[in-house]
């Protein structure tokens, strides 16, 4: 029987020995990840072709970057989506999301007791005590998938997130690329103007010295030259910002230089495509389609609030021996009585945000449906003000180089021939101007729309198994 008593024990502690490293291999290990003090950016463009040409399908397609010729609008928004800083960091709460997916479809370990009672005082025949149980919850297995479905929704929100963030991106790269160039061609502009004036002034200054002009000639010329150079210096602070904004969004270092393809006129959208594209938008674009996601997931917490109001119920197995060595073994229930929570506020609380989220989705629907129609409008008052010009700069053009004539003959005043010079100076940096707003509007008619040229899945990535995250 001692014998019998002796095999039974090793077996126990064997089975035990063989359960405990089983329960070991499957843990997760801790191995450290520093941070890196070095900065991120990208010091030369050459490193991003190189990795757009190594990603297959998502924001790249087959679209071939080429640096030879300057960076077009496309390539701009390729190179964007690929190093761009923040989208970096949003790929990071996807795969977040995507690790609470993961553990959300995880059942419930059981939960394991074992206690030892040593009599004491008089112990004539009586026998250590000890009891085992083994339990189990059960409410987390009701509402196991409404807790999955929650995770996975939340996960395509955050994945649909992260792909309407690329299209701000690409937006943003777009427009900066278009507000570089236009910018350039304003100081270019100004700057040859400046030199003009700069040789004006200086020519009518040795004039008024030798007394062949009268003062308010010269001073006309110094108007002109001192109002450039303001000019000249409130544009370049701008391009300077411009350009580091551009880089930045690149995650190009500062210094790196970017060579641009020369831009075309924009092409107007007309209102039949974009009614078209706006009937569906909410079938087409990321936000709507993420709020549309987001909205979903909250629907199955409101599912899982419910089904968890029910009493929470345990059962258990339990095995025991008392100090009189009377063996046991019996089954254990426990439950709690809904009485005062019944987890009636947490209900509560996710149906106020399912109702709150279903208002946020029909004010994204109102906005979009607004933005749409002020940036056609805007398009239309641009057409036309870029029309006007188109007409009537030649015009003016003629009648300032017949002025600057007669302002050197002395046949007109010094003011009359300079308010008319600042006019056409003027309005030739409108043009420029209402160049990049239609530019800048059409790229964003292009995101809002959601047409042709953007990615339908954000970049490919590929995150570490959430099962064996440290």
């Known amino acids: 029987m001692n014998k019998l008593s002796g095999q039974t024990r090793s077996w126990r502690i064997s089975l035990a020995t063989v359960g405990t490293l089983a329960v070991l291999s499957g843990c997760a290990t801790y191995q450290p990840q520093p941070l890196e003090d070095r900065s991120p950016l990208v010091t030369e463009l050459g490193i991003l072709q190189i990795e757009a040409a190594a990603l297959q399908g998502g924001a790249t397609g087959s679209y071939d970057i080429n640096l030879a010729d300057g960076l077009d609008l496309t390539e701009i928004g390729i190179l964007a989506v690929i190093n761009n800083p923040g989208l970096r960091k949003q790929r990071a709460q996807w795969q977040v999301a995507g690790a609470q997916a993961f553990a959300a479809g ?140 551009f880089n930045l969004l690149l995650g190009l270092d500062p210094q790196a230089s970017v060579t641009l393809a020369p831009l075309s006129q924009a092409v107007s959208l007309s209102r039949d495509t974009a009614n078209a594209r706006l009937a569906r938008l909410p079938e087409l674009r990321p936000d709507l389609l993420a709020l549309k996601a987001g909205y979903e997931s909250q629907e199955a917490r409101v599912r899982a609030a419910v089904l968890a109001q029910f009493p929470s119920l345990g059962i258990g197995v339990n095995r025991a021996r008392d100090t009189g060595n009377v063996k046991t073994i019996g089954l254990s229930v426990s439950l709690s009585l809904p009485l005062f929570s019944g987890n009636r506020g947490n209900i509560a609380v996710e149906r106020a945000t399912r109702k709150q989220l279903r208002e946020e989705y029909r004010a994204r629907l109102a906005q979009a449906q607004v933005d749409v129609d002020r940036l056609l409008v805007l398009q239309t008052i641009l057409r036309e003000q870029q029309g006007n010009l188109q007409t009537y700069l030649p015009r003016l053009k003629t009648l300032v180089d017949r002025a600057r004539r007669a302002y050197r003959r002395g046949d007109i005043g010094a003011l009359t021939f300079l308010n008319m010079e600042s006019t056409w100076v003027n309005k030739r940096l409108e043009r420029i101007s209402l160049a990049q707003a239609a530019w800048e509007t059409r790229i964003a008619l292009e995101a809002m729309l959601a047409l042709p040229g953007y990615p339908d899945e954000p970049l490919p990535m590929t995150p570490e198994n959430p099962g064996t995250t440290p």
């Open 106 to 245: 995880l059942l419930p370990d059981p939960q394991i007791s074992a206690g030892l009672d040593k009599p004491t005082g008089s112990t004539s025949g009586l026998v250590d005590a000890w009891s085992l149980g083994l339990g189990y919850d059960i409410i987390p297995l009701i509402t196991r998938q409404a807790r999955v479905d929650a995770a996975r929704k939340q996960h395509d929100k955050v994945r649909l997130d992260l792909l309407w963030q690329e299209w701000q991106v690409i937006q943003q790269a777009r427009s900066l690329a278009v507000r570089l160039q236009l910018e350039a061609e304003r100081l270019t502009l100004l700057q040859n103007m400046r030199d003009l004036y700069l040789e004006r002034y200086r020519r009518s200054a040795q004039a008024l010295q030798n007394g062949d002009i009268t003062l308010d000639v010269n001073g006309t010329d110094l108007t002109a030259l001192v109002d450039t150079l303001s000019q000249i210096n409130r544009l370049e602070q701008a391009h300077n910002q411009t350009r580091h904004d």
